[in-house]
């Protein structure tokens, strides 16, 4: 089982370019451009490799500043949600970082911020050092639609993650409308798993197709009995209709089978719901899984009636690339 630095790291990356997230207004992005720091892949270092500019860095980094005033940089998450925390990642910069850094944010129903806008400060100044992650927890359930990431004076952060839980105004989604509701972008969650030695629970809730085989679920070989589980919270109760389960990219390493528990779920910790998963009723029995291909599932699916919370079981173990869970909303 993986160990996470912070416990919010199993929510979604609001700031991930693969979102949409996109930067609106840089102050400085000389030596390595702010699109870099939304990258959803690791950091990396090119030794020896130098630009126009100067040295190559894998993130945004600013001139030395010679006046007064800091460096930012205004973002437009590609889908608005709530932070439970961030990591500034200063990966590979040691003589480049910033000594300190802030977030604000603000929440616009249509357009981008101007001169005007009101700015909140979720993150208030957090030193920082060179090479390192910076995790910091945020304790505000509003929403925001936009970032201001300032640095203080200027340097270099390699990858700014907000983790966190997408806004949904689900009291406009009709009666009628299916929606896959594990989605990420739906406020689905993975919560916990048996092992995710290759590839990240998170991966299966993540929108579109996977990428690659590293952007999937994938555990390790398994070498003693039983068989590896994910849990996954959806974003709103619901009754599912249809199921699909995606084996792209995983052609030897894929399950051999899988089934869906499910219950629905009132309160409770992550680690008790871990525990209660044990119990839950069959909604989708064992079903045969085959290499590098999407599996749906229609008539095979129980009436339980609303759920919100299910557990993949796979047999034995292996990878999956994506699960979605299409139903409609339990008011």
Same mark, same amino acid.
């Given at each position: 089982?993986?160990?996470?630095?912070?416990?919010?790291?199993?929510?979604?990356?609001?700031?991930?370019?693969?979102?949409? #997230?996109?930067?609106?207004?840089?102050?400085?992005?000389?030596?390595?451009?702010?699109?870099? %720091?939304?990258?959803? #892949? +690791?950091?990396?270092?090119? &030794?020896?490799?130098?630009?126009?500019?100067?040295?190559? %860095?894998?993130?945004?980094?600013?001139?030395?500043?010679?006046?007064?005033?800091?460096?930012?940089?205004?973002?437009?998450?590609?889908?608005?949600?709530?932070?439970?925390?961030?990591?500034?990642?200063?990966?590979?910069?040691?003589? @480049?970082?910033?000594?300190?850094?802030?977030?604000?944010?603000?929440?616009?129903? +249509?357009?981008?911020?101007?001169?005007?806008?009101?700015?909140? +400060?979720?993150?208030?100044?957090?030193?920082?050092?060179?090479?390192?992650?910076?995790?910091?927890?945020?304790?505000?359930?509003?929403?925001?639609?936009? *970032?201001?990431?300032?640095?203080?004076?200027?340097?270099?952060?390699?990858?700014?993650?907000?983790?966190?839980?997408?806004?949904?105004?689900?009291?406009?989604? /009709?009666?009628?409308?299916?929606?896959?509701?594990?989605?990420?972008?739906?406020?689905?969650?993975?919560?916990?798993?048996?092992? &995710?030695?290759?590839?990240?629970?998170?991966?299966?809730?993540?929108?579109?197709?996977?990428? @690659?085989?590293?952007?999937?679920?994938?555990?390790?070989?398994? $070498?003693?009995?039983?068989?590896?589980?994910?849990?996954?919270?959806?974003?709103?109760?619901?009754?599912? &209709?249809?199921?699909?389960?995606?084996?792209?990219?995983?052609?030897?390493?894929?399950?051999?089978?899988?089934?869906?528990?499910?219950?629905?779920?009132?309160?409770?910790?992550?680690?008790?719901?871990?525990?209660?998963?044990?119990?839950?009723?069959? *909604?989708?029995?064992?079903?045969?899984?085959? %290499?590098?291909? +999407?599996?749906?599932?229609?008539?095979?699916?129980?009436?339980?009636?609303?759920?919100?919370?299910?557990?993949?079981?796979?047999?034995?173990? /292996?990878?999956?690339? $994506?699960? $979605?869970?299409?139903?409609?909303?339990?008011?």
């Amino acid at each position: 089982m993986k160990n996470y630095a912070a416990p919010f790291e199993k929510y979604l990356n609001l700031a991930d370019a693969r979102l949409g #997230t996109r930067a609106l207004y840089v102050t400085d992005d000389w030596f390595a451009p702010v699109e870099r %720091m939304l990258q959803p #892949t +690791e950091p990396e270092w090119k &030794e020896g490799v130098y630009d126009d500019n100067g040295k190559w %860095m894998d993130g945004w980094e600013s001139r030395r500043k010679r006046f007064e005033g800091y460096d930012h940089a205004v973002l437009r998450l590609g889908v608005p949600g709530s932070i439970k925390g961030v990591d500034i990642d200063t990966r590979h910069f040691t003589g @480049n970082y910033p000594p300190s850094a802030s977030l604000e944010a603000c929440f616009l129903a +249509e357009g981008d911020p101007d001169e005007h806008t009101e700015w909140v +400060e979720v993150l208030p100044a957090v030193e920082l050092e060179g090479n390192s992650h910076h995790f910091h927890s945020v304790a505000d359930p509003r929403p925001w639609s936009h *970032l201001r990431f300032n640095i203080y004076p200027d340097g270099g952060v390699a990858r700014l993650r907000v983790y966190g839980i997408p806004h949904r105004d689900w009291s406009a989604v /009709g009666a009628d409308e299916p929606l896959d509701l594990a989605a990420a972008l739906n406020g689905g969650r993975a919560l916990a798993c048996s092992d &995710e030695h290759f590839g990240r629970m998170g991966n299966l809730l993540n929108p579109g197709r996977g990428v @690659n085989m590293g952007d999937g679920w994938e555990t390790a070989r398994r $070498r003693t009995p039983g068989n590896d589980w994910v849990i996954v919270a959806l974003g709103h109760p619901g009754e599912i &209709e249809r199921i699909v389960v995606d084996t792209l990219h995983f052609k030897g390493n894929y399950p051999d089978s899988c089934s869906i528990q499910a219950a629905f779920v009132k309160g409770g910790t992550d680690s008790q719901i871990e525990t209660q998963s044990l119990f839950w009723r069959e *909604l989708l029995p064992s079903q045969k899984l085959s %290499m590098h291909q +999407e599996h749906e599932f229609v008539e095979q699916i129980r009436p339980l009636g609303p759920i919100t919370h299910v557990r993949l079981n796979v047999f034995p173990d /292996g990878g999956v690339s $994506r699960l $979605r869970l299409f139903g409609r909303l339990a008011r």
